[in-house]
């Protein structure tokens, strides 16, 4: 089956490190986007991609960057971890010429210290 | 501005109805929507609504109407698996087809239902 998935699940860094959390989608989907989700805040959009090297950015983009070298993969990466950025992070995807709908990974759990 | 509001929280029996109201605040309109999120979870999709009315789907429906800029989920024959945060997203107008770059996402209504 098709699915979405994100690595690590889970993860414990300390500040000042960089991190990369992975993204990857076997639906073919164009659309790709990376949200972070705290309490108080909801669903807030990081970066985005619609197709191969396309990328933009969210609302809360700072301190984070995306690549988009295939259709398949969009990995996060935190260039250099504050506490601020301790949240779960949602990758999620859509088919942009046909569907409405956005699927999302598991999560990944991301601990600053 | 944009904005989207829900109830923060929200009790019910098992075997009840209850019905979670969003109202929006956009500058556009092209659809919206509601997912269902367990605790520990990634959301999952419930319902798109891009035209006014009732659209049902076994024990859940979802009602929209873009007039009052106001939809409600409604959930029968609550079992205690429904207990889960409720979220309501718009997709505002102004961009291309299939773009999601404005999805505008509520804070979520969490659900706790009762034996």
């Known amino acids: 089956d098709a699915e979405i998935t994100q690595s690590p699940r889970h993860k414990i860094t300390e500040t000042g490190r960089q991190v990369t959390l992975a993204c990857h989608q076997t639906w073919n989907h164009n659309n790709m986007f990376w949200y972070r989700q705290d309490l108080g805040h909801g669903l807030r959009l990081i970066h985005y991609?619609?197709?191969?090297?396309?990328?933009n950015k969210g609302e809360v983009s700072d301190g984070y960057s995306v690549s988009r070298s295939n259709t398949e993969d969009l990995p996060l990466t935190l260039e250099s971890a504050a506490s601020s950025q301790t949240s779960v992070y949602f990758c999620?995807?859509?088919?942009?010429?046909?569907?409405?709908?956005?699927?999302f990974g598991e999560g990944s759990w991301l601990t600053v210290v | 501005g944009q904005n989207i509001d829900q109830p923060t929280e929200m009790t019910a029996t098992e075997g009840a109805i209850v019905q979670i109201n969003c109202t929006y605040q956009?500058?556009?309109?092209?659809?919206l929507f509601w997912y269902q999120q367990h605790a520990g979870e990634a959301p999952t999709f419930l319902s798109y609504?891009?035209l006014d009315g009732l659209e049902e789907k076994g024990r859940f429906s979802s009602f929209l109407s873009r007039s009052k800029g106001y939809s409600y989920l409604l959930l029968k024959e609550l079992q205690m698996k429904d207990s889960a945060s409720y979220l309501c997203?718009?997709?505002?107008?102004?961009?291309?087809?299939?773009?999601?770059?404005?999805?505008?996402w509520g804070l979520g209504t969490s659900l706790a239902v009762n034996p």
């Open positions: 991609s619609y197709g191969v090297h396309d990328t």
């Open positions: 997203a718009v997709n505002s107008l102004g961009h291309n087809a299939g773009n999601n770059r404005k999805l505008i």
């Open positions: 609504n891009v």
């Open positions: 956009t500058s556009g309109f092209n659809g």
């Open positions: 999620a995807s859509k088919d942009g010429f046909s569907g409405n709908t956005i699927y």
